[in-house]
């Protein structure tokens, strides 16, 4: 092996991928210029030569980007290990695979999210020892998942654990919720870990690679010179940091009873309800896995509890919704129907979602305190996309944003259908889109 002399964060890296660690998913990175690409390279090359026979994966959003890329630095760092193309190892450049002299392989992966296998059924046929994400804020927690659900592969035999390696810069996606935010509260899962790697922590880079991204623009340098995961995104946030807080609090509002349910799509999402008296959400439920006969059997135990009127009552009838609301004989919520000011939205949650931005800085909504966590942080995930060619707002999609965030924003939907209610006063028949 040759002498490296690694710096302390790679050293603290490679700990938490050692066998003696109870770490799985260790998240390496945090600014550009933080040799995440050189540590991996070497964490998947020493795995790889100490266990014969085993089988590695690297990753990437899309393949052709990880051979242009994440593996020009991998044969660098092989070349510095003295490993020699054809006699030490080998590559298959149509098959994706490399070979070690040892029986050893690692494989190459594109991790896209691709609308005809949103289960990444392509992958879970593998048997894998362990795993490198390159620029995992691009990859969906799905794809990790899945996986994490295929390391078996000569395990037993060298008493392994499960091990994976995310390398990638500060995002606001699921890696920030799942492990920048419990590692700067100090909450972190034994079985997860962060390293912060700064360009400014490597000796190694010129002088002139700091002043080049000193030169970025605002948030970029943010991101990718002081490693700050907290920056800046307010041009795209719809709802503002302290508006949003100033919703949970206690306080009793008086006002007509509503019920508004966000259905599981297929059984994929959780089904959440939510009543409200006025504009206070005074109670949300979560369920999962349910028929639709059992959700229907919940709305109407809590339609009777409390009093809920079913014309005040309202369901997303994508999907398996429909038949929820057929049952229900109550008001059904269309994602993508005709917006009540269609001059300005695309459809009609476009300005729900912006009607409950509106509601929240004029401090008109009341929120549970006991779900305070879980809706910050799905709302924060509701972005404002850039107007259409027409100028008509929009906002992210479910799907962009399970892909992005590994979540489903399932409890931000129960809230935003409050506002067809405003939108639509309840009074007499009711049409639209």
């Known amino acids: 092996m040759p002498k490296i002399d690694f710096l302390p964060k790679q050293i603290e890296c490679f700990r938490a991928l050692t066998v003696d660690s109870p770490v799985e998913w260790v998240l390496f990175g945090g600014g550009r210029g933080g040799a995440k690409s050189f540590t991996g390279s070497v964490w998947q090359i020493q795995r790889r030569l100490k266990y014969p026979g085993t089988r590695g994966l690297i990753g990437r959003s899309k393949l052709d ?30 098959s994706n695979v ?40 691009q990859v969906s927690r799905r794809a990790v998942e899945v996986l994490s659900s295929c390391f078996r592969f ?7 654990k499960p091990k994976m390696l995310l390398t990638c810069n500060p995002h606001k996606g699921w890696l920030y919720h799942e492990f920048y935010v419990p590692w700067r509260d100090g909450t972190t899962s034994p079985k997860r870990a962060f390293v912060q790697s700064l360009a400014s ?27 700050i995961w907290e920056y800046d ?3 795209d946030g719809l709802f503002g940091y302290e508006d949003l807080s100033h919703a949970f609090r206690d306080e009793k509002v008086i006002g007509e ?9 297929l059984g994929k999402d959780r089904t959440v309800i939510a009543v409200w008296r006025g504009l206070q959400c005074i109670e ?17 135990e809590l339609q009777a509890r409390h009093s809920v009127e079913t014309r005040n009552v309202i369901a997303d009838a994508d999907g398996v919704g429909g038949g929820l609301c057929d049952v229900l004989r109550c008001r059904e919520f269309m994602n993508g129907s005709r917006a009540v000011h269609p001059e300005r939205f695309v459809h009609l949650k476009a300005e729900c979602y912006y009607k409950l931005a509106e509601k929240v800085e004029a401090r008109a909504i009341v929120l549970p305190i006991s779900h305070r966590d879980t809706i910050m942080k799905e709302l924060d995930m509701i972005r404002r996309k850039r107007p259409e060619a027409d ?22 939907d129960a809230i935003m259908m409050r506002m067809f209610f405003e939108l639509y006063p309840n009074y007499g028949k009711y049409s639209y889109g």
């Open 391 to 412: 100028g008509k707002l929009s906002v992210s999609s479910k799907d962009e944003i399970s892909r992005q965030h590994g979540l489903s924003p399932d409890y931000a």
């Open 65 to 94: 980007t990880l051979k242009k890329t994440t593996l020009k630095t991998f044969f660098e760092v092989c070349a510095l290990y003295g490993l020699r193309m054809e006699k030490d190892m080998t590559f298959n450049a149509q």
């Open 233 to 235: 995104e307010s041009a």
């Open 154 to 160: 000569k395990m037993k035999e060298y008493d392994l």
């Open 201 to 227: 922590e490597n000796p190694h880079l010129p002088s002139s690679y700091l002043d080049t991204l000193e030169d970025l623009h605002e948030i970029d340098r943010q991101r990718l010179k002081y490693g």
């Open 98 to 137: 490399i070979t070690f002299a040892n029986g050893s392989e690692i494989l190459l992966k594109d991790l896209f999210a691709y609308p005809s296998d949103p289960e990444f059924q392509q992958l879970q046929g593998l048997e894998l020892t362990d795993a490198w994400i390159d620029e995992a804020a």
């Open 284 to 300: 949300i439920h979560e369920l999962r896995k349910q028929r639709v006969d059992e959700v229907v059997r919940a709305i109407r």
């Open 257 to 265: 009873m509503y019920l508004t349910c966000d259905v599981a799509r």
